[in-house]
């Protein structure tokens, strides 16, 4: 009988694990808590980053990214565009000494997606991302039930489970604030808000149960979305910046969790982009 080396032995028990696990809650993968100095480096994160943007809203011809790439760059980018492509970019904001700004317990996840729709207008946009209880007709699977709680106005109170997979499956309820805006006629912005993550353990099942908001595998624990909307060229660029806050990556299981914490929020953007123009291009017939 041929005896398995013991590294070798080693690789296919984490193989089988890995097969095993998908069909797991993630609370039995392992449970974290979320902590305030976690929150505390978002905030700020989140603060700085705020205040680029909203120095990009104020000047003619920064509204978006591309407007301020260089201009063998920025052609490169709107040629892409101009192919349906979408454009991926991951950012970074540093604090006010040029430092990284970390999360003590968790990592902050920052992306930037822009798509052009060629023929659509700003008001077949805005009315595609205000009809929430249809989101989940445009954004599934990922988005797995979308509802509209409440609006006043430009103001929206929103719910959307979400079901994400990536070697693990993790099914979250969560609710956000979304604040619509204009710039001018030709340029609108959306900026929204998580209010509540829970992850929910048997969903689906009659004994589907939420865990409290910051407690269980820590796969989500805070996301903000900033849109901006300009109608030109024949159509709407449509610019989203994702910035997320997970859990950090455990001595031990990184081979389970990494791919999960750093793969979903750009596949997730990426997947809202391309779904989010192709809607737009279905509405005109495209």
């Not at 809650?25 to 480096?41: C, D, F, H, K, R």
Request: net charge neutral; aromatic share 8%.
């Amino acid at each position: 009988m041929e005896t398995m080396l013991p590294g070798l032995k080693s690789q296919w028990l984490a193989i089988l694990l890995a097969l095993q696990l998908p069909a797991a809650p993630s609370g039995e993968v392992t449970n974290v808590e979320l902590q305030p100095a976690t929150v505390q480096a978002f905030n700020r994160y989140v603060q700085l980053t705020e205040a680029r943007i909203n120095g990009e809203v104020s000047v003619p011809g920064r509204f978006l990214y591309v407007d301020v790439l260089p201009p063998e760059r920025r052609s490169q980018a709107l040629a892409a565009l101009q192919r349906g492509e979408v454009l991926m970019e991951r950012l970074r904001t540093m604090d006010r000494s040029g430092q990284t700004i970390e999360a003590p317990g968790g990592l902050i996840h920052h992306w930037l997606g822009v798509v052009f729709v060629p023929g659509a207008t700003l008001q077949q946009t805005l009315a595609l991302m205000e009809d929430y209880n249809h989101h989940q007709d445009v954004y599934g699977p990922e988005v797995v039930r979308s509802r509209l709680l409440s609006r006043q106005e430009n103001d929206f109170k929103i719910f959307y489970r979400l079901r994400k997979k990536k070697v693990i499956t993790v099914t979250l309820d969560t609710n956000h604030d979304v604040h619509y805006f204009p710039v001018d006629s030709k340029r609108w912005c959306s900026r929204s808000y998580s209010t509540r993550i829970s992850e929910v353990v048997d969903a689906d099942k009659p004994n589907e149960r939420e865990r409290p908001a910051g407690h269980g595998g820590g796969f989500l624990w805070r996301i903000n979305s900033y849109w901006k909307f300009e109608e030109k060229d024949g159509g709407v660029y449509i610019e989203c910046e994702s910035i997320s806050l997970t859990r950090d990556i455990p001595t031990g299981l990184g081979w389970l969790i990494k791919p999960f914490v750093t793969g979903i929020p750009k596949d997730s953007l990426q997947m809202t982009m391309g779904s989010t123009r192709a809607a737009l291009e279905g509405k005109n017939g495209k």
